[in-house]
């Protein structure tokens, strides 16, 4: 006990330290007080129109008429359903990777000192609440702003809301490192990792089966893991009974899942203590992954291999020819690095396996077609995005761009000439099946078809055109953002509004579908205009 009152001192000391640092620069407290500005007024804004709303209303009659809220269930159980992916994802990440509660300061001094590993375990183990408690603190700030109007911030309110979200978090590291721990004790981990796929089969069944039992999908899919039963499951469950304190008020009833929590949590203990043994070499490696991860987000660059997928893949490519074609094969190169295709690979796959399962259901009324409909917008979004980023990561980048003796405008076309495939191909095996498949319009293939590409080139010459015309500085801090606003104001929002109005109009996806097309190849086709312009513009530097 001596032991972990002198490592809590240690803490102690360092807080005090860092208070100290904070009064000498009070200006780093700006941006908090910024915030919880923003909090306390967004509070008072719903508080005052909740006042302002509070009218008796009657309501009808409905005694002994059986109702279920469908919009309710399908909240609650969509908030658990993504509460029981994260569960089971972080499971699944416990027999891949260890988990840490040590910093590499903490290991260069605490794992030499003369300290029991049980009690440094113990006291690091309990400590890791702090930042669940901060992070539930933080997140109870904002939803108690946003949602003044539907509850009351009271203490106990707050309290539980609290103590929910940040068990829930607090609970994970310590199951996580227990499973690596046994892992590393008895070999167990593929028994584990059979353990968790069969444990999300069954909560996936859990959603598939009452939806399918239901008259339509969307009323039964979150049937059973949004009743009352459902409060029991471990930890998800125990957290949902807690932050229902909101609702029915039962100080004994969520009491009773804390109680749950404290339990499991000493259990937990108990068996990481028995089982870990010595430690350190395990939580070293962690330790060290850590740090490196915070590094990177402290301010290094995003290199183009980030996200692949296939980077040891031995590459027997064929001669694509020489001049501006080594822009083609160099994308070529890196995107068979990225996928294990470099044309249709496995995130083609996927996103186009969502659209035709959204399409296919859509035929048995599980889905409206209004659910695959914006899947299409999001794609449209992401391809938007896509585009943006291209110009900060391309053969823009590199030298050799201007030293290739070949025409500007054959650069240009090789440099997004992959890309233009890889999305019609995507473009095509999505739409064609799933236009089919749900009976949809036969012009939206082609309208698709033609409307991705567009958008994918639209995004492309907003962030090139500031690239190549401006120059590092002031000029492209300033000027781009009046670039970029006059493409949004002059160029996407008219295509946006017309196609609202062809929405609201016809009451038709594929009238709305073609209006947007044609808005948006004409922008596109401006900013290529202009991007082959500039492009002869640009400079012998890194742009």
């Not at 416990?94 to 590993?117: C, G, I, Q, W």
């Not at 829930?168 to 892992?183: A, C, D, E, N, R």
């Not at 492309?460 to 970029?484: C, H, S, T, Y």
Request: charged fraction near 15%; include cysteine.
């Amino acid at each position: 006990m001596n032991e972990i009152s002198l490592l809590f001192r240690k803490d102690i000391l360092i807080l005090i330290n860092n208070i100290k640092l904070i009064l000498k620069n009070p200006l780093r407290l700006l941006p908090y007080a910024g915030i919880l500005g923003y909090f306390f007024f967004i509070y008072y804004l719903r508080l005052k129109g909740r006042d302002e709303d509070e009218a008796p209303q009657e309501m009808p009659d409905m005694d002994g008429v059986p109702q279920v809220d469908f919009a309710v269930q399908n909240i609650v159980g969509a908030v658990t359903l993504l509460a029981l992916v994260l569960l089971i994802y972080q499971l699944f990440r416990a027999t891949k990777n260890n988990v840490s509660f040590f910093k590499m300061a903490d290991v260069n001094l605490l794992f030499t000192a003369p300290v029991k590993p049980e009690n440094i375990l113990i006291y690091y183990m309990g400590r890791s609440i702090l930042p669940a408690l901060g992070g539930s603190i933080l997140f109870m700030a904002y939803g108690a702003s946003q949602m003044a109007e539907q509850w009351e911030l009271t203490f106990g309110n707050a309290l539980f809301l609290i103590l929910g979200f940040a068990l829930f978090f607090f609970m994970i590291s310590p199951i996580k490192f227990l499973v690596y721990t046994l892992h590393t004790k008895y070999g167990i981990m593929e028994y584990i990792r059979n353990g968790v796929v069969v444990l999300a089969v069954l909560l996936g069944a859990m959603v598939i089966i009452p939806g399918m039992m239901a008259d339509k999908f969307w009323q039964g899919m979150f049937a059973w893991i949004s009743s009352p039963w459902f409060d029991f499951f471990p930890m998800v469950g125990w957290s949902r009974g807690i932050i229902s304190y909101l609702s029915h008020g039962n100080v004994i009833l969520s009491l009773a899942f804390i109680v749950l929590y404290g339990v499991a949590y000493f259990i937990v203990l108990k068996l990481v203590i028995r089982f870990a043994g010595y430690y350190y070499e395990d939580v070293l490696e962690a330790t060290k992954s850590n740090e490196e991860k915070i590094e990177k987000v402290r301010g290094k660059k995003q290199s183009e291999s980030s996200f692949s997928l296939n980077t040891k893949k031995q590459l027997a490519l064929p001669d694509f020819g020489t001049g501006a074609k080594a822009f083609y094969w160099r994308n070529y190169v890196h995107s068979s690095r990225q996928d294990y295709h470099p044309l249709f690979g496995i995130y083609s796959l996927i996103m186009v396996g969502v659209g035709v399962i959204l399409a296919g259901l859509s035929i048995f009324d599980w889905f409206s077609h209004w659910v695959f409909y914006g899947y299409l917008l999001i794609l449209f979004f992401i391809y938007f995005m896509a585009g943006i980023g291209r110009a900060n990561v391309g053969d823009l980048k590199k030298p050799f761009f201007i030293l290739v003796p070949a025409s500007w405008s054959s650069k240009f076309w090789n440099m997004i000439k992959l890309d233009l495939v890889q999305i019609s191909l995507f473009a095509a095996a999505l739409i064609v099946p799933s236009v089919l498949l749900a009976q949809l319009n036969l012009m939206v293939i082609p309208l698709f078809l033609i409307a991705v590409p567009a958008v994918y080139l639209v995004g492309f010459g907003i962030n090139l055109i500031p690239q190549v015309a401006l120059d590092e500085g002031w000029d492209r801090k300033l000027i781009k953002p009046f670039m970029i606003g006059g493409v949004l104001l002059f160029g996407l929002l008219p295509t946006l509004a017309f196609t609202i109005i062809a929405i609201v109009v016809s009451k038709q996806f594929v009238w709305a579908l073609g209006v947007a097309t044609m808005g948006m190849c004409f922008v596109a086709a401006i900013l290529l205009h202009v991007s082959l312009d500039v492009l002869k513009r640009l400079e012998f530097k890194e742009v």
